[in-house]
């Protein structure tokens, strides 16, 4: 599982580059594809909770919840107009990275203990 989210916030931050060079060129189409790239990550995520919901929730997993909740709200206002700045989405991709390398190192200190 740890493998698996760092794989998908690796290649949402390469897509938030891509997104971003074509933001140089064309605008509108940056936003367009920086807003359904975000909406995606909203989606394995959303998929993620309702897999393990009736179980017992790690305390990365509700830090983590919180942060996809802020997150979705983002990507709505972003998808009504209401919001057209990319600052706070890739914020809380890093505080998910941050999380998820955390967990990682603890971990590892508890294996090898």
Known sequence: MNNADKLLIYWI???????????LFSTTAGRIAMNFLFLFYVLVRVGYYRKIWKGPFKSADKQRLVLLAVLSV??????????ESYFLLIFILMLEYLIVASRDRQEKRTDEK
């Not at 983002?74 to 919001?83: A, E």
């Open 13 to 23: 931050g390469l897509g938030v580059l891509a997104c971003g060079a074509i933001m």
């Open 74 to 83: 983002c990507v709505l206002l972003n998808f009504l107009g209401l919001q």
